[in-house]
């Protein structure tokens, strides 16, 4: 309803994007809201007084935004992603508000200072590694292009751990990001909505003696959404980001209290609440664990019934959905949105199953990230049946109807349909989420052209025989704004002074830059800033590590999630070779190298632990070396994450991007580097490939086996090893 006429004539003073309109919103949050003086406020305090006013800023853009969105009807775009690993906001927001000097001037006024008051904020870990990232990065793309975009996942109370280092060893400790105030969340009860779990399925007739199906005797959790405003880049848009949080449903919890059960209520509230408690830290490892599956379940059952609500409030007809919403699935964890919708469309809406599955297929898109088969999502049939009794009856139905379909196709190919199938047979059966979300969705993409094309040829061959027209490749990508305009505003400065700014919005622009890079002053200007950028992570290393590093060396930097495919192993055993050159010629020994290590592993990979022991027992015997003094230097720095990646991108010289061909389904810290002026030595792998195009192989270091070679070497050194088994039974039989 719209607001009755007024007259008091009412000046929205956040509009005010002033230096003096912002220092005044500072003062007044720091005042009423947080009840605080100048003398009283911690800078926690001071960041959250900044954090207010500009987010009261973002409020009014993001009123109108969804105003406009809802007005025009307009499609929107729906990305499901398990992990949104956001970093921090200030910073960003500042940026894309385009009030940075504002800002800042604002603030020395008042004696204080922007980097100070960002470096309070405490990362949005929601996320693991790349995946999570690449969902966050692309939030930041859609606002600024004007999509109509919204992210679903889950708010977690604890996401990635806080890694330390004791003795060598990464220890795990939990990450409270929402111990202080968290600034840039709105909670929303009023779209709290019911998710079930477990019970059982009834059938019943409807008035028209129709049968039917209904789910009953569940538990059921409150799903709490809390919105976060995604502004674009300087054009007045503003998406939302909206995360779920895991309630005791109350009607579920009075029983017990009217039954005087008071412990068996708080003993069920939080069992209900554990399943937005912590965010699992394994980077590409499915564990086939129920409180997974309760998690994938319960924030893709809230965004499809959130998604059906934004409709309905629209459009009349559910058969029009594909024409105003598509739903991208981050990998297969939000894979049962597919089954959800169909459960909703026949169950709920009374739809046939054809008109469902109809709708339901041209609403869906799948990006798979991985070939690696430890992280092929697959649910056993007994664990699946008991906490979604109904998901199961429709997932067995959409296999029976695919599968009628495929044996047409392929009449009398019995295997094909095993391979096929959405279930895989065995002791216990097996739910595969990627069949799930082939058969559901009218798009599946891969991350990089290899991996787009691995896909085709290896895993999903059968199903791209079948219906090789819903794959294809969308290589993936970062965002400038937080990698290189908010990362590193030195090169910025430089790259916007000699080209202008059009590659903050269009990164095609940065080709302009060919142009001068044989020109001596910006060659100049070029190391200066690079150098600066060194001076000032080797600052931050003497800071937080107590370790003098030489600016002047080369900066040799890994930094990603320890796996054994991404091979910091080889880095290590490099590292090692170097350290030995040095010690059996130093005279000859040419190239001074700092080399930079960062990345968490995942709390139960032992093997991944060991290696981080590995790097800095090495980090121990090079950096305590007298001989070796400012030559070589090993730094594994603690605990990586979105704001130490800022930090150390934009004084790296080499990247270091040597995964197994064929194992890295694209990397997007590559891309990073790539943009920050760092050479890249790396395998043919994952977007590596496609990095060497556009900058031209002579611009790169490319070494070891391509994927295919990769293949012909495992298959040859499986010959020959069954071949000496072969031969030592044979010699074993003889004797
Ligand atoms: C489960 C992943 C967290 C939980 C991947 S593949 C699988 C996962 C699974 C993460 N993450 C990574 O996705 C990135 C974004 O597409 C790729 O760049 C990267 O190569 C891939 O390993």
Redesign the pocket.
Known sequence: MPDKKVDLQWTPIHKDMTKDGIRLSFQVNREYTLAKDQYTATAYDNFLALSIALRDRLVERWIVTQQEYHRKNKKRVYYLSM?FLIGRLLGNNIINLGCEKESKDALDDLGLELDELREQEVDAGLG?????R?AACFLDSMATLGIPAHGYGIRYDYGIFNQKIQNGYQLEKPDEWLKLKNPWEFARPEYALAVHFYGRTQNYQDRNGKPCIAWVDTQNILAMPYDIPIPGYCNDIVNTLRLWSARSSEEFDFEYFNDGDYEKAVYQKMFSENISKVLYP???V?QGRELRLKQEYFFTAAAIADIIRRFKAENTNLTDLPKKAVIQLN?T?PALAIVELMRILVDMEQLEWEAAWNIVTKTFAYTN??LMPE?LECWTVPLFEKVLPRHLQIVYEINFRFLKEVANYFPGDNERLSRMSLIEEGNPKRIRMAHLCIVGSFSING?SVLHSNLLKINLFKDFYEYEPGKFNNKT?GITQRRWLLKANTRLSKLVSDTIGNEWIKNLDYLEKLTAYAKKSDFVKQWQDVKMQNKMFLANYIEKTMQIVVNPESLFDVQIKRIHEYKRQLLFSLFIIAEYLKLKHDPQKFQIQRTFILAGKAAPGYFIAKLIIKFINSIADVINHDKGVKDRLKVIFMENYRVSLAEKIFPASELSEQISTAGT?????GNMKFMLNGALTIGTLD?ANIEIAEAVGNENMFIFGLRTEEVEAKKNRDILRKNTSIIIQSYAKFSI
């Not at 693991?128 to 999570?132: E, F, I, R, W």
């Not at 890295?664 to 997007?668: R, W, Y």
């Open positions: 992990e693991n590694g790349g995946l999570g690449l394994n980077d590409g499915s990998d964890h990230h991985t992280a991350v993936n890295e389904a694209s990397g997007t994952g």
